[in-house]
């Protein structure tokens, strides 16, 4: 950033010609933006510092007069612990089945509202509703459907008379997919849709022109051409999974193996009120969404800075 | 059959599926709010209308102190960020300045930011400083996340906006001020709408905040109050009344997205794509 600074200074002095205008119009700008970028840096950048300070050191508020520096023993800690390691493994797997399984999903809802004759307004507004409704319900709503005690699902041709699928790994798994899945496809739909619309519908005709059949003029054509949406979607989706805490805090609180790396944090922090320790667990999992992130901008290409820049 | 009509009842079908998909659910939700404790373990879908986990839940201030935190935490925190995005989304759209891409790339990092990073942090501070289980202790988490999510959209909104009409509006007679209330104000208010109910939407939605923040019904959003629901007895399951409590929580939210639902899709849209 200083740099960047840096090199305003100095190209500056030969555009001597920055009117009084266009000066004031600068500091109306910076005038009118910093409530909202002093609040995101207030409320993230001064925070996480924070957190990166406690994580260095021993602090646990129910021994707090025994506080002292400690270097980077806690994060040796967490990373030497299987328990870390097995909940990114958990972590990951409900990214990757949620976030893969809604991008399949999502983009079926997107074509059918994209090509519908008739009913697009119903689909529209239909899909809406899961992600209108609060993560907590809907975490709830699936709970209960499958609970033995208030399950109507029970009996039926989906789960044996005295099947209780959060009591097991695997039905756990799947119940807390089923309700990530269910809750967030309307928002991968929408922003499949948008790519959709950007596919011009001259090479859907040249390419039937020259016999290419539905699969064909999907894969070689709509494909290529919506990668950009398609990769800022699965950015925003697998950012969101990896932070998953609503709907496993509410459907099994981490049992059965299916504890994510932010229930492991709130479990530390707040339960344990071992705020060093829980901290660079925090801090670890900020590291890991910054990987994550960079994965999908430097090696995939998620271009979204760059269409913003040409956009603004 | 012909083609047309075959075509047609595949799409019919595909519509139909999507209905089950996004009401099924909901339907689900409902229909378990409306039984009586008796009725909870009958393994039916649908047993009946009765009220009585309603009547429970409006009797107790577990959820009534809850009901009336989340409309005020998410109303106050929607207020302050459409302000505080509308004033970054104008110099944005409009001011010719250094540092565009920069604001635009930071407010993106805090879109992504993971909450539990900073709770930890946020509960010593504000501890700290005592606003620990208070409404501004969530109200500023709130807006601050929120702030990307209006600045995109609104930002998109605001460069859809025909500026000159202002100007027009002065040569025409009108003071600055009135060509910016009358001309610029209607134009603006769609898009800083349905900004409005994203952010609405967005901390309405909230758990780990409310979760890790407050300690009581002082504070206590309906997510977190849900969470700590207890039965009428220590052995009694609260089903029916976090059923019920549920549903008092999704209807609205359902109502206002089926009402402006094409404002809600270009504001994600806009926010998301183009943002």
Not at chain 1, 36 to 55: D, E, K, N, Q, R
Not at chain 2, 30 to 50: A, E, M, V, Y
Not at chain 2, 90 to 109: H, N, Q, V
Not at chain 2, 205 to 228: C, G, Q, Y
């Amino acid at each position: 950033m200083e740099a960047a600074t840096a090199d305003r200074r100095t190209v500056a002095p030969p555009q001597a010609k920055v009117t009084d205008r266009a000066k004031a119009e600068r500091k109306l700008a910076y005038l009118l933006c910093a409530p909202a970028v002093i609040t995101m840096i207030a409320v993230t950048g001064y925070p996480i510092g924070y957190a990166i300070y406690l994580s260095l050191q021993k602090y646990d508020l129910r021994f707090p007069s025994q506080k002292e520096f400690v270097g980077l023993s806690n994060y040796i800690d967490v990373l030497t612990s299987s328990t870390w390691w097995s909940d990114v493994f958990h972590t990951l797997i409900i990214t990757v089945f949620s976030v893969g399984l809604e991008l399949v999903l999502g983009m079926a809802i997107a074509l059918v509202m994209h090509r519908a004759i008739f009913g697009r307004g119903v689909v529209r507004a239909s899909v809406l509703i899961p992600y209108g409704i609060v993560t907590v319900v809907a975490a709830f709503t699936w709970r209960y459907a499958v609970d033995p005690a208030s399950g109507f699902l029970q009996g039926t041709f989906l789960l044996s008379d005295t099947a209780a699928p959060l009591t097991q790994q695997t039905g756990s798994y799947v119940m807390i997919i089923l309700t990530e899945v269910w809750k967030t496809t309307p928002f991968m739909a929408l922003l499949l849709l948008a790519g959709l619309s950007l596919v011009p519908d001259e090479l859907h005709e040249a390419a039937k022109v020259d016999g290419a059949n539905a699969a064909q003029r999907f894969f070689r054509i709509t494909l290529p051409l919506m990668r950009p949406a398609i990769l800022v979607a699965l950015l925003f989706r697998t950012l969101d999974a990896f932070r998953i805490f609503d709907t496993v805090f509410i459907q099994t609180s981490g049992a059965n193996n299916t504890e994510s790396v932010s229930i492991l944090g709130y479990n530390v922090l707040i339960n344990r009120v071992n705020i060093g320790l829980g901290s660079a667990v925090s801090v670890l999992v900020f590291i890991f969404v910054i990987l994550i992130a960079f994965f999908f901008v430097k090696v995939l290409g998620t271009s979204t800075a760059q269409q913003r820049g040409e956009e603004v | 059959m012909t083609g047309d009509a075959r075509q047609k009842v595949m799409w019919s079908i595909g519509i139909l599926v999507v209905l089950l998909y996004a009401l099924f659910p909901v339907a689900w939700i409902t229909s378990l709010s409306l039984k009586t404790p008796d009725q909870l373990g009958d393994r039916k879908f649908f047993s009946g209308i009765h009220f009585d986990n309603y009547r429970q839940i409006f009797k107790t201030s577990d959820f009534t102190h809850a009901l009336v935190n989340s409309i005020g935490i998410a109303a106050i925190a929607t207020f302050i960020a459409i302000v505080l995005a509308a004033m970054a989304a104008y110099a944005l759209s409009r001011l010719d300045f250094t540092g565009k891409a920069l604001i635009l790339s930071g407010a993106l990092a805090v879109a992504m930011f993971p909450a539990i990073s900073i709770v930890g942090s946020l509960f010593q501070l504000w501890r700290n400083i005592g606003i620990y289980d208070t409404w501004i202790g969530l109200i500023i988490p709130y807006l601050t996340f929120a702030l990307p999510l209006a600045i995109y959209t609104l930002s998109a909104f605001f460069r859809e906006i025909p500026w000159e009409l202002e100007q027009a509006a002065q040569v025409d007679g009108a003071t600055p001020f009135q060509a910016f209330q009358k001309v610029i104000v209607p134009l603006a208010a769609p898009g800083v709408f349905t900004a409005a109910i994203l952010v609405f939407i967005f901390a309405w939605n909230d758990f780990i905040f409310a979760n890790t923040l407050t300690s009581s019904n002082s504070a206590r959003t309906v997510p977190a109050a849900l969470a700590f629901f207890t039965g009428g007895s220590q052995f009694q399951q609260p089903v029916g009344a976090v059923a019920a409590a549920a549903v008092v929580v999704t209807i609205p939210i359902i109502i206002m997205v089926l009402i402006f639902q094409r404002r809600i899709v270009s504001g994600l849209t806009a926010g998301a794509v183009k943002g």
